[in-house]
């Protein structure tokens, strides 16, 4: 395979970000491009958020006292209305009780008087008289002072009633304050939404214009390679590409979070070339052992064709972006992201595609196998 690598200036392609790649990727928001300009957008949106994030806790705050001061209005709603049936109850009492009383004035006095004739009748005695006259008194006495405790009730409670209505229209008054305040914090609140709406619109703006500057710098950059590579014995023919096997990337998942252990190739740790001929070991392919034989065997895949990647197909680098320096190999997932065993201390995981081609512009292409 080795005889029909292009030799070009893949240092310059090195540089290529495809734009292809979805946003859906595990690490679309290390992918996305950046700049000065955008940094400091993001940062004032970053700060505008965190004074929403305050105002609507303030909000918060003011919703509970409206809501406290409304369940107490509700409260002596309640109270006057239940007051208003007691003081029903005490109206019909003191009219029962005056009424009682009138029919016994009636029928122990006449003409203002108790009858001491109509008592004499029927008694046996005089201390029987005696005892008749004081009984008529004493109930007398009783029904007074039974009108009068009613009324002194009845007394009370519209008092009560009236202390009540005050209340209520304090609380009233309260409630209408505390919902002004509210709805001032609401307004802040949509105007610096509408601010912070305006701000991630020039986010947007930002990252679509930086985007497509880089989609233009590696548009040229692949005219270069594709230019340099005509000029060369090797010409890349699409195809007669084959259809990868994407059935290794869930193999190597599995072993996401096992420890780089340099010339380790096996569950218990990996290094770069290890991980990737353990995995393709799985499924019946064996492959040379090293990430530099590994390069030059399978399907090559030039540098700048980022939109041919398939999952499964394996990504090198190369010390300065030197395709006969290779070093390092990951397995390729999708969406511009890649399985690899980084280096001592590290773990197997994810890493972006794109991040490493911008950073260390030393991406040399892909095999397929």
């Known amino acids: ?123 046996a005695s005089f201390q029987d008289f005696l005892n008749r006259m004081d009984l008529l008194r004493r109930i007398s006495r009783r029904d007074a002072e039974a009108v009068a405790a009613v009324r002194q009730a009845k007394a009370r409670i519209e008092a009560a009633e009236k202390a009540l209505e005050s209340r209520e229209a304090e609380l009233v008054v309260l409630r209408e304050n505390e919902k002004v305040k ?66 290794v990337v869930a193999i190597a998942q599995q072993y996401l979070g096992v420890p780089y252990v340099w010339g380790g190739a096996s569950p218990s740790g990996f290094d770069c070339s290890g991980l990737m001929w353990y995995c393709y070991r799985q499924i019946g392919i064996a492959l040379p052992r090293t990430s530099r034989s590994q390069f030059r065997a399978g399907q090559h895949i030039p540098p700048d064709r980022l939109d041919l990647l398939l999952p499964g197909d394996l990504v090198f680098f190369g010390r300065n972006g030197n395709p006969d320096r290779v070093h390092h190999v990951g397995m390729y997932v999708t969406n511009g992201t890649f399985i690899h065993a980084p280096n001592t201390g590290d773990v197997v995981k994810f890493a972006s595609l794109t991040d490493r081609i911008a950073s260390k512009h030393d991406y040399v292409g892909a095999s397929r196998f």
């Open 182 to 247: 509210k709805e001032a914090i609401e307004r802040k609140i949509a105007e610096r939404e509408k601010y912070l709406a305006a701000v991630n619109a020039d986010v947007k703006r930002l990252i679509d214009e930086e985007r497509k500057r880089q989609e233009a710098a590696a548009a040229e950059a692949a005219r270069r390679a594709a230019a340099s590579a005509r000029g060369g014995t090797y010409v890349f023919d699409p195809s007669k590409l084959r259809g990868g096997h994407p059935e």
């Open 1 to 123: 395979m080795s005889s029909l690598l292009p030799r070009c200036p893949v240092r310059a392609v090195a540089h290529l970000v495809t734009a292809t790649l979805l946003l859906s990727s595990p690490l679309s928001a290390r992918a996305e491009p950046t700049n000065a300009a955008i940094q400091a957008k993001q940062a004032e949106a970053a700060q505008i958020q965190s004074q929403l994030d305050e105002m609507n806790a303030d909000l918060e705050e003011q919703v509970e006292e409206y809501n406290a001061v409304t369940e107490a209005l509700d409260a002596t709603r309640l109270k006057i209305t239940e007051t208003e049936a007691e003081l029903a109850a005490a109206e019909l009492e003191l009219a029962g009780s005056r009424e009682v009383l009138a029919r016994r004035v009636n029928g122990m006095y006449r003409r203002g008087a108790i009858d001491p004739v109509g008592v004499l009748l029927g008694t």
